[in-house]
């Protein structure tokens, strides 16, 4: 028995509970609508009404279940995880394409997956979706959605993405602007294929469609070192600035929230020394994930942290901050200046990425054996923190499977400590000193 989502858990004396549902039973349709995952069944059970549920369990066989308020029958409920629908793509910039052998099993995960572009921000292509998925997006209000769009001229998309039968994206995106799903859309740039004009072509389309298409940034193609696709290469520093100047022209578009409706990503800047925009460009930040604003609210902390007065820890242990070559300079700017008005207090290393690549240079990107590499050269710390996006979401393993735990044993450090800001890093140096 497939059909349904499963359920692996269930409150004992709830409501479910007391009717005789447990875990390993199934919820297959909430007032005759079919459930195809745990989504569906937390969209038709999240109001407080009453509802009509099926359930197919294992010692009873098909139940039919009138409840009087769903969100309380939902809540004493665990599903299993959404299984995740492959990407069928072959894009030629794809970053799961140029993993070292051995990185970590997820590295080389490509999802095409409509479900977590809602819950987790994840990109898709629309490439594959079928109208029943585009329907479902619609009428369970799965907004907004983040698209990855190489092109709006759909020879070369088809082409960068490597499938011949790629649906319509401008179709798609009108679909979903008709039926006020917002979307949110990051274009990868490669040089030599949808830069220039194509580019420019592009961000008009996307503008053409009005604010539902809520944000769009540019982001330069990430290569390791590991790419076989010899017609791909780095953007230069005048193609970069091409991209900016791309920006500046549509910089009066701007939405509801503050935020610049073109923007784009972090390394471009940091890569031509420029400054990044201020806070009220980026509104609530909504392509952070996609390393845009990221080096702002960096920025925005630091300035909180030396409003701070001189912490009591300061100068009683050596802390030693590290992170990968893209970021590393700002942070070390940022750490001789604290160390000038408050003294010598902490210091930095800039770390190279030999796991991928030296051309690959953002910090969440370092692997174990990078971070062991960097310290080599220099005195050990008693307290290493680093960036809390270079481990795996179980906060165990880097990049290479190396653990924190093989970390601390192999250099002796006594504690190796992860933080999202300066001010979190802040707070763990001060509760490991005491």
Known sequence: MNKGTLIVDVSSGSIPWEIGIRAGDRIVSVDGKTVDDSLTAMYLLSDDYSALVEVYSKQAGRLLVTIDDASDFLAALEFEPLRIMHCKNNCIYCFCKQNPPHARPSFSLRDEDFRLSFLAGYYTTMSTISDEELVRIVEHQLTPQYVTVPSTDEKLRRLILGRDDARPILETLRFFVDHGITVHIQTVVCPGFNDGRDLEKTIENLAALGNHISSVVLVPVGLTRFTRDSRLRRLNEG?????????????????????????????????????????????????????????????????????????????????????????????????????????????????????????????????GTDVMSALKNGELPDILILSDDILDPSGRCFVDDMTVDELKEQTGIPVIAFAHTMGDAFETIRDAVG
């Not at 020394?273 to 806070?279: D, E, F, G």
């Not at 390393?291 to 701070?308: A, N, P, S, Y």
């Open 239 to 367: 193609e970069l600035s091409r991209l900016l100047r791309l920006v500046w022209r549509w910089r009066h578009r701007t939405m509801p929230n503050g935020h610049r409706w073109l923007e784009a990503s972090d390394e471009v800047y940091l890569a031509l020394n420029r400054m990044v925009p201020a806070a009220r460009s980026y509104g609530s930040y909504p392509q952070i994930s996609s390393g845009v604003g990221m080096t702002r609210q960096f920025k925005d902390d630091i300035r909180t942290v030396e409003r701070r007065r001189r912490p009591e820890w300061w100068s009683r242990a050596d802390v030693l901050l590290v992170s990968g070559m893209l970021f590393g300079p700002l942070l070390t700017r940022w750490s001789n200046r604290l160390n000038r008005k408050w003294g010598r207090g902490v210091r930095t290393c800039i770390a190279s990425n030999g796991f991928f690549g030296p051309q690959v240079t953002v910090a969440g990107l370092l692997s």
